[in-house]
């Protein structure tokens, strides 16, 4: 699909009387499929407290981007490809219907008074019995979907250090010794949450970004910081009752004089997931862009990723979309898909998208590195020709092309 571009005419309508500014923009589609979902566009000087905007007579809500004076808003696909923007009136802007509330130790993202996603900040403990050295914080659970199902888990029995989503460096190497970050009961590393550096409420989305530190416990007598993680997560509309999306992007450098290296192997980084413990071999299903399935993805790459299994009323699927960045390294990435026979035959599901799977990556000291991620949770079925179009628009977003009248 070719990208959508946006294409704003400015075309200025003053009245003698009270000097109202209109601009008008379109949408040039291109071919392919389109899906709902967030478009930005540059205000430049205009201010956004004194804008509204228009799909033909209907108010459309957005947010303000501040720092770059961009507004966000959602597309529909059955609207009409042209928006308006007035201005020297006072803003007609939906109010909030997505925030982000805290709640006992969890940063929740809800939509109306429904959460849908969590954050763990406080400290969380493993059950009673279980050794307080799996202890954790910084992690998302629980994901859940739009009626309701939860797909994350947390400390199962066979993986106490499993955390709904979340992406510890497993074999790492800090000048001459390993050390892992993922499996908390070797002692040897964690990754913790510090601080939020912003909360963010709004009329399409709610999200966060929280500092993380990846804490080093074996190759100093003191505890130090080996990589300092700012996490940003976004939860969208998409104006569907059946789904939504979410963004998590993990920016990361080492204060480490030599830098770290994460070397290869099968688990680590990226953007892992335990999925719920209704999942099993025989109700849980894997799609990959590349064609493969849950007995032939492990190992291989991908642009895309469907994981989906039975609804817990059992009368349908819902399921996520993992979408990796063609920016990402190792794109299309590498994925850890579990072997249908696992976890003593059950065949329970974990996912990740893993960037060291096959090569090993050197991270220098005081150099900053991304990896970018989409989520689309859904009820019901999710085609392989829209996991295809969402994915396009997630690596080739809309451009704005302004043209002066």
């Known amino acids: 699909m070719k990208n959508i571009f946006l294409v704003v005419l400015f075309i200025v309508l003053i009245s003698c009387n009270e000097k109202q500014k209109e601009f008008i923009y379109q949408i040039q589609e291109g071919s392919g499929l389109l899906i709902n979902g967030p478009l930005s566009l540059d205000l430049g000087e205009l201010d956004s407290s004194k804008i509204t905007l228009l799909n033909g007579d209907e108010v459309i809500p957005f947010d303000v981007d501040a720092a770059s004076n961009k507004i966000w808003f959602i597309h529909n696909t059955d609207r009409k490809g042209d928006y308006s923007i007035k201005v020297n009136a006072e803003s007609s802007s939906v109010s909030d219907t997505f925030s982000a509330v805290k709640k006992d130790g969890d940063l929740m993202l809800e939509r109306g008074n429904t959460s849908l996603v969590g954050y763990r900040y406080g400290m969380h403990y493993p059950p009673k019995g279980v050794d307080s050295i799996f202890k954790k914080s910084g992690y998302i659970h629980p994901i859940i979907t739009p009626k309701g199902d939860t797909l994350t888990r947390t400390n199962a029995p066979d993986h106490w250090h499993h955390y709904g989503v979340w992406g510890p460096w497993t074999h790492t190497r800090i000048d001459t010794m390993r050390v892992d970050f993922w499996n908390l009961g070797d002692g040897q590393g964690t990754v913790l949450f510090k601080e939020f550096n912003s909360v963010s409420n709004g009329a399409v989305s709610a999200g966060f970004n929280a500092a993380q530190e990846h804490i080093d416990y074996k190759t100093q007598p003191e505890p130090q910081v080996a990589l300092n993680e700012n996490l940003q997560v976004k939860m969208w509309d998409l104006n569907r009752e059946d789904r939504y999306m979410l963004d998590y992007t993990s920016s990361f450098s080492t204060p ?54 039975a609804s817990s009323d059992g009368k349908g699927t819902n399921g996520i979309l993992f979408l990796s960045n063609p920016k990402n390294r190792m794109h299309p990435e590498p994925m850890r898909v579990w072997p249908i026979d696992g976890n003593g035959g059950r065949g329970d599901m974990f996912f990740e998208f893993c960037p060291i799977r096959h090569e090993e990556w050197q991270i220098e000291p005081n150099k900053e590195y991304e990896l970018k991620y989409r989520m689309v949770v859904f009820e019901g079925e999710l085609t392989k020709e829209e996991a295809e179009a969402y994915w396009q628009v997630f690596a080739n977003p809309s451009q704005v092309e302004l043209i002066a009248n």
């Open 256 to 309: 480490l004089e030599n830098g770290i290296l994460f070397e290869a192997y099968r688990y680590g980084g990226g953007l892992g997931m335990r999925f719920t413990e209704r999942w099993h071999k025989d109700n849980c299903e894997v799609l990959t862009s590349e064609g493969e399935d849950r007995l032939t993805a492990d190992g291989t790459n991908a642009k895309w990723a469907i994981v989906s299994g």
